[in-house]
């Protein structure tokens, strides 16, 4: 990438853990399941965003276009497990349940 005459960069995806962005909903990521590292296909069964494990590669200034992503970011996603309990986020990752507000 140093020595194409295009620019190129690496962009991190914007968001909250334990948030759900309208990114991670419309394929705009690829993302994973931090239980079994495998490719989530079912998007509506997301309890909410991780981690960013790979940053998106876009290229700059190309034709009418000021960027052009190249490769998706990967996020890593809670999916909860089919005979799990549903449980928030927040006790997934911390292993303790959340302070009542």
Known sequence: MRTSIRQYDMQRPKFRSGTIPEQALDASWTLKDIGTWRKVKKINEIEGVFYCLY??????????????ELV????????????????????????RQAKPS
């Open 72 to 95: 998706k970011p990967v996020v890593v996603v809670k999916v909860p497990l089919p005979s799990q309990k549903s449980e928030s986020f927040f006790s997934y990752l911390t292993g």
């Open 55 to 68: 940053l998106a590669i876009v290229r700059l200034g190309v034709g009418d276009e000021e960027r052009v």
